[in-house]
């Protein structure tokens, strides 16, 4: 149980695109989903903090508009990293906790490379 | 959420318990102390979490010393699929308290 996925696992794309990944807990509902950030080398710095049904919170630093945060159901959450740069390219890894819950349980990560 | 310290790298050899230490010394009461790992390039796995008592799941054990001032890891039986960097997090109670992760400790288990 307590499963999460994300989709995709790795994506390439172009300078000035947008990218949307998909964070799925596929066998519980979410009513919080989490999304993180991971350059090499380095640990995972929290990027945003998603609620089913309202506005995201973000980090200090992280910009609102250029990390477009849906949570449209107790199961899903999207990220759209807009106008992609090359200082974007990153781990990208979300997670979620059970309703009432307090665990976290984490996404696989996707891969963004942007050229 | 209060902070933690962990040694930035331990080795253990195969079929050997490894025990991981954290110290949390500003751990308020209500905190728990959670214990995540992260093989390369995966998704952090969550692995133990604990209030004040000793717990023990399939994974591992997890010791919190009385004053909850540090607590151990231990990986009874380590092998070469346990290598990972293990991360050891403070955190309320509540679904929306987030994790703040830190630098963790690099776990490499050789034969």
């Known amino acids: 149980g307590a499963v999460v996925s994300q989709h995709p696992s790795w994506v390439i794309c172009k300078s000035g695109t947008s990218v949307k990944i998909e964070c799925r807990s596929l066998?519980?509902?979410?009513?919080?989903m989490f999304w993180y950030r991971q350059f090499p080398k380095q640990s995972l710095m929290l990027m945003a903090t998603?609620?089913?049904?309202?506005?995201?919170?973000?980090e200090q630093g992280v910009e609102k508009d250029k990390f477009l945060i849906n949570h449209a159901s107790l199961t899903l959450s999207t990220l759209t990293v807009t106008s992609a740069h090359p200082e974007d390219s990153s781990f990208y890894i979300c997670?979620?906790?059970?309703?009432?819950?307090?665990?976290?349980?984490f996404g696989p990560g996707t891969r963004l490379t942007v050229l | 959420d209060a902070k933690t310290t962990q040694p930035p790298s331990m080795d253990c050899a195969e079929g050997r318990a490894a025990n991981l230490p954290c110290n949390h010394s500003t751990i308020s009461g209500n905190e728990y102390v959670y214990w995540y790992r992260q093989i390369h390039s995966q998704g952090p796995q969550y692995i133990i979490h604990?209030?004040?008592n000793n717990e023990t799941n399939e994974m591992a054990s997890l010791i919190i010393t009385e004053d909850r001032k540090s607590s151990t890891l231990i990986l009874p039986h380590a092998t070469l699929r346990d290598t990972a960097v293990y991360y050891c997090?403070?955190?309320?109670?509540?679904?929306?308290?987030?994790?703040?992760f830190g630098t963790g400790t690099q776990l490499k288990v050789e034969l």
């Open positions: 997090i403070v955190r309320g109670t509540g679904g929306g308290n987030k994790l703040t």
């Open positions: 997670s979620a906790g059970l309703a009432g819950g307090d665990t976290q349980y």
């Open positions: 066998d519980f509902q979410a009513t919080t």
């Open positions: 604990g209030l004040k």
């Open positions: 998603s609620n089913e049904g309202s506005k995201a919170t973000y």
